[in-house]
């Protein structure tokens, strides 16, 4: 997986799956985080941006999707767990191809073993509940634009 520790931080290459059915987006956190994200995870090396979310979300959920539209390509700048960050993530919003049945606001646990990640479905309207990392996803994920975007967003240095 593309992630190394630097002296002065960590650095990931990240794909991200913005995953809406029935007007309700997919999210999740690991057990003990205060705050949520968009499921996917780490590219592996020579792995296309878009095969690290099939593969993740059958790891992850043991679900068969297909990407439809690669939304956004963010390079961001954070602080984890008093450690800098420098991320590079894709973004691509995802289709189930067996849709599953949405239980709103319910915890489901994934099916990978080496990660205990808590899933949730929530309604679109209820994204300004959360704390969803990172922060442009709450207003972006009601706008979603037509054609990939490039986007900075630097929370250290700012």
Same mark, same amino acid.
């Given at each position: 997986?593309?992630?190394?520790?630097l002296?002065?931080?960590?650095?990931?290459?990240?794909?991200?799956?913005?995953?809406?059915?029935?007007?309700?987006?997919?999210?999740?956190?690991?057990?003990?985080?205060?705050?949520w994200?968009?499921?996917?995870?780490?590219?592996?090396?020579?792995?296309?941006?878009?095969?690290?979310?099939?593969?993740?979300?059958?790891?992850?959920?043991?679900?068969?999707?297909?990407?439809?539209?690669?939304?956004?390509?963010?390079?961001?700048?954070?602080?984890? /767990?008093?450690?800098? &960050?420098?991320?590079?993530?894709?973004?691509?919003?995802? =289709?189930?191809? +067996?849709? @599953?049945?949405?239980?709103?606001?319910?915890?489901?646990?994934?099916?990978?073993?080496?990660?205990s990640?808590?899933?949730?479905?929530?309604?679109?309207? /209820?994204?300004?509940? &959360?704390?969803?990392?990172?922060?442009?996803?709450?207003? =972006?994920?009601? +706008?979603? @634009?037509?054609?990939?975007?490039?986007?900075?967003?630097?929370?250290?240095?700012?």
């Amino acid at each position: 997986m593309i992630s190394f520790n630097l002296e002065a931080g960590r650095f990931n290459f990240r794909s991200a799956a913005v995953i809406i059915h029935d007007d309700h987006l997919l999210i999740h956190q690991v057990v003990g985080d205060d705050f949520w994200a968009l499921p996917g995870g780490r590219v592996e090396f020579l792995e296309a941006s878009r095969q690290t979310i099939e593969r993740e979300m059958l790891e992850e959920l043991g679900m068969r999707c297909e990407v439809t539209q690669h939304l956004w390509h963010v390079e961001s700048f954070y602080e984890f /767990e008093s450690k800098h &960050y420098h991320e590079m993530g894709n973004y691509f919003l995802v =289709r189930p191809i +067996d849709p @599953p049945e949405i239980i709103s606001n319910a915890d489901f646990a994934g099916i990978e073993e080496t990660v205990s990640l808590i899933f949730r479905w929530i309604p679109l309207t /209820e994204l300004q509940q &959360y704390n969803l990392q990172p922060a442009f996803l709450i207003e =972006r994920l009601t +706008d979603l @634009p037509t054609t990939t975007e490039a986007l900075v967003i630097d929370e250290i240095h700012t």
